[in-house]
């Protein structure tokens, strides 16, 4: 069994510097949010330091699961000298990005393993690295992760405005609405009817590695999303039991794919 936490796996020096290398590395995409809703310790490149966490996380979790090395390697290389993890991102000339460490010589350190950088096949620290691991996937078929249009959504609007966590979430100037309830539940529906035309607008995200879906809610504005509603998949429809700022649907839902959805990318830069 190995730490699933990238920060207890192995010692990790200039993380932010290590990160924008990565960043001007991997092909072009935006990892920072134009209009940050919150603060972040890391202000340049806070999306691509959640993502690569997840990954690692998620490989290392499949790696304890791993029935045998050959099967473990898929996920996570280890030997004595290095181990090594794809990040799922891939440089210009598209070669695949590996996270990859080597033991930590440090006497004074707790831990095993030094993490060196990001990099290609082709480093010296891959060398003796076979197999390379996979890129990190997702049974999306098993997760059912095509949204069903035909579907009804019912939304737990006692349990989400009953949540402090969750009444957050909702633009300060409808909070204290008393029609609030009656608010959420027609943008609900709004937002179904538009996704019965455009699938697009929903978006996957992973959660306890079981895929959801991300509805645009617009409860100010007829035509812009001010949040987004979780939708878990049941039988025969999907429950809404969760809102997210638009910022929290972004990082969850680069866990999979680079969002691609208008009401997305309009908040990196």
Same mark, same amino acid.
């Given at each position: 069994?190995?730490?699933?936490?990238?920060?207890?796996?192995?010692?990790?020096?200039?993380?932010?510097?290590?990160?924008?290398?990565?960043?001007?590395?991997?092909?072009?995409?935006?990892?920072?949010?134009?209009?940050?809703?919150?603060?972040?310790?890391?202000?340049?490149?806070?999306?691509?330091?959640?993502?690569?966490?997840?990954?690692?996380?998620?490989?290392?979790?499949?790696?304890?699961?791993?029935?045998?090395?050959?099967?473990?390697?898929?996920?996570?290389?280890?030997?004595?000298?290095?181990?090594?993890?794809?990040?799922?991102?891939?440089?210009?000339?598209?070669?695949?990005?590996?996270?990859?460490?080597?033991?930590?010589?440090?006497? +004074?350190?707790?831990?095993?393993?030094?993490?060196?950088?990001?990099?290609?096949?082709?480093?010296?620290?891959?060398?003796?690295?076979?197999?390379?691991?996979?890129?990190?996937?997702?049974?999306?078929?098993?997760?059912?992760?095509?949204?069903?249009?035909?579907?009804?959504?019912?939304?737990?609007?006692?349990?989400?405005?009953?949540?402090?966590?969750?009444?957050?979430?909702?633009?300060?100037?409808?909070?204290?609405?008393?029609?609030?309830?009656?608010?959420?539940?027609?943008?609900? +529906?709004?937002?179904?009817?538009?996704?019965?035309?455009?699938?697009?607008?929903?978006?996957?995200?992973?959660?306890?590695?079981?895929?959801?879906?991300?509805?645009?809610?617009?409860?100010?504005?007829?035509?812009?999303?001010?949040?987004?509603?979780?939708?878990?998949?049941?039988?025969?429809?999907?429950?809404?039991?969760?809102?997210?700022?638009?910022?929290?649907?972004?990082?969850?839902?680069?866990?999979?794919?680079?969002?691609?959805?208008?009401?997305?990318?309009?908040?990196?830069?």
């Amino acid at each position: 069994m190995i730490i699933e936490d990238l920060f207890d796996f192995a010692y990790i020096p200039d993380w932010y510097e290590q990160l924008e290398t990565l960043k001007k590395a991997a092909l072009p995409e935006a990892w920072t949010f134009r209009k940050p809703q919150y603060t972040y310790k890391n202000q340049t490149t806070p999306i691509l330091e959640r993502y690569i966490q997840h990954v690692f996380r998620r490989q290392a979790f499949h790696y304890n699961l791993a029935k045998g090395k050959g099967q473990a390697e898929k996920y996570l290389f280890m030997n004595g000298e290095s181990a090594c993890f794809h990040t799922g991102l891939f440089n210009q000339r598209y070669k695949a990005i590996y996270g990859v460490f080597t033991q930590n010589r440090k006497p +004074e350190s707790t831990f095993q393993w030094y993490f060196q950088g990001f990099v290609d096949e082709m480093s010296p620290f891959m060398m003796q690295v076979e197999p390379l691991p996979q890129k990190p996937t997702y049974d999306m078929a098993l997760c059912s992760a095509q949204y069903n249009q035909g579907w009804n959504i019912r939304v737990n609007v006692e349990h989400i405005l009953s949540d402090s966590e969750n009444l957050e979430r909702i633009p300060p100037k409808i909070r204290k609405a008393k029609n609030l309830p009656l608010l959420l539940e027609t943008a609900v +529906e709004y937002a179904r009817r538009k996704a019965a035309v455009d699938y697009t607008m929903v978006v996957p995200q992973l959660y306890r590695n079981r895929v959801q879906f991300l509805l645009p809610i617009c409860l100010t504005h007829m035509e812009k999303a001010d949040m987004a509603m979780a939708l878990s998949t049941m039988e025969g429809y999907y429950l809404g039991h969760t809102c997210l700022t638009l910022e929290m649907a972004y990082l969850n839902a680069r866990m999979l794919g680079k969002p691609a959805a208008p009401w997305l990318t309009s908040l990196v830069k």
